[in-house]
């Protein structure tokens, strides 16, 4: 019995968001009419991570993998946004990781709590 179809659903919600991202970058301006980029920058600054934060993701992802809720490439989705460690480069996330990419997973580990 599978508790999940083989599909990466994090790295397929990941895409549908930075097209939402996307969309309202080229219009300029977020859902209440502000400037996209204050808003885009108040989000990224709202998702950094501490290092208990980063621990706690690893933990509650492995978990869920663990009892069937994520698939392999999920995890591994997951693991490769955050690191081995926190990378106080790019607010405790993985260097280069996105804005979309910090969203879902931050969505994710929310919805498994």
Sequence with gaps: M??????NRIDSAIHRQQARIDKLVDG????KGRPIKASLEQLEATLALIGKDHFDYQQVKSK???LGKINTDEA????????DYPNADNGGWQSGVNLATK???????KELL
């Design 2 to 7: 599978e508790f999940y179809d083989k599909q």
């Design 28 to 31: 300029g301006v977020d859902l």
């Design 64 to 66: 869920a993998h663990a």
């Design 76 to 83: 591994l989705t997951v693991h490769n946004a955050l690191g």
């Design 103 to 109: 969203v879902i997973v931050t969505q994710m580990i």
